[in-house]
């Protein structure tokens, strides 16, 4: 979830508990589990395992990303568009192969042919062809949202611009089911702070934020789910990225056992010796 150790760097030297920066997955995978981000996001411990369903998303949104790359290329890159499945292996290959965690009913041949559905799904969808002018895909960017507190590190896979030049952020998430109004509800606050930190850096610009969601599925669901940019939904998320900043910097670790984040967890026979600091 944060891509293994950021070790000492995390932390401003000399200066304990003070956090340079923190990016969502990191608050994320505090808020889901202390212990695992104790471990995943600012130890120095290798994983016991690797999840063969992290490769899977990884190899998902390198295949998406590399759509968008391609769609807006000039026609002599379009010519030279390579078979979404094989940009999708690239993806997947990102993690050891032979260290990949199985759980039953998976095989590297099952996400292969659950990965073609979701890619012709997204394919033929709207998503697939967006009128709007490219700005970038895969952008990272940081920036102050409170004072007092650690600058947010924020990722959008696509960033857009329309015709009155209004900015467009959107987040690829990987889904079991397609999200309701309640899932949009309980995970807006990724993209409202993503919204303020790039509102921060235009200058009061107000962008317009959208999830893109697929569903991992032999028969995929594609949703594009537009997230208001209100000004109080936003005053909240800061308080939340507040008060996790602080249980952060306090360094209080510990398990939230959830089972279905345990089985692909690659600290399982590290958290069961745990016993407090």
């Known amino acids: 979830m944060c891509g293994g150790t950021v070790m000492s760097s995390f932390y401003v030297e000399g200066v304990p508990g ?87 009913g998976e095989s590297q041949q099952v996400f292969e042919a659950m990965a073609g559905a979701m890619l012709d799904a997204f394919r033929e969808s709207p998503a697939a062809s967006p009128d709007e002018e490219l700005i970038a895909v895969g952008y990272r960017f940081h920036g102050k949202l409170c004072d007092g507190f650690p600058p947010l590190q924020s990722y959008a896979d696509l960033v857009l611009s329309n015709k009155s030049c209004t900015s467009i952020f959107q987040v690829l998430r990987l889904a079991d089911q397609p999200w309701t109004a309640a899932d949009l509800e309980a995970r807006k606050d990724e993209l409202l702070l993503l919204g303020e930190t790039a509102r921060l850096r235009s200058k009061g610009a107000k962008p317009k934020l959208r999830f893109l969601i697929i569903t991992k599925s032999q028969q995929p669901v594609v949703q594009l789910l537009d997230v208001p940019f209100d000004a109080k939904a936003v005053s909240r998320a800061k308080a939340v990225f507040a008060e996790i900043c602080k249980a952060i910097s306090a360094e209080r670790y510990f398990p939230n056992p959830v089972p279905a984040k345990c089985e692909i967890c690659g600290y399982s026979r590290r958290c069961a010796r745990w016993r407090g600091r």
């Open 18 to 104: 003070k956090i340079k920066v923190l990016s969502w997955n990191e608050l994320e995978a505090f808020r889901s589990c202390p212990l695992y981000f104790r471990y995943e996001c600012r130890g120095t411990y290798q994983p016991e395992r690797f999840s063969a369903v992290r490769a899977f998303e990884k190899g998902i949104r390198f295949a998406v990303n590399e759509y968008y790359e391609r769609y807006f290329a000039d026609e002599a890159e379009k010519a030279e568009f390579q078979d979404p499945m094989d940009a999708y292996r690239l993806g997947f290959d990102y993690y050891p192969t032979k260290e990949l965690h199985y759980r039953p």
